[in-house]
């Protein structure tokens, strides 16, 4: 038998699902900058790189473009895309 603090019925579910929208959107910024440098790695056509050349020369060249932004760009879409999921 669970302990009476773990019940769900005594659960406040507007917290809950607030905290967890907010840790989720937060740990989404985190992670996002990485994903978007691995998917432009994956488009360049240089493939004579090693992975860690790629790293650095695609950061270097989004931030001498776009600035700390261009990792950024379409997180509102990725963004968006999730929040099926959190329902």
């Known amino acids: 038998m669970l302990p009476d603090d773990a019940v769900w019925a005594r659960t ?4 809950f699902a607030v905290y967890g929208s907010l840790f989720t959107l937060v740990m989404d910024a985190v992670i996002y900058p990485f994903e978007a440098v691995k998917t432009r790695i994956q488009v360049e056509t240089k493939s004579s ?4 050349e790629s790293l650095w020369r695609t950061l270097r060249t989004t931030i001498a473009a776009d600035g700390i932004r261009g990792l950024y760009r379409g997180f509102a879409m990725f963004t968006l895309g999730g929040l099926p999921s959190q329902g």
């Open 49 to 52: 790189a090693t992975l860690v």
């Open 12 to 15: 406040d579910k507007l917290r």
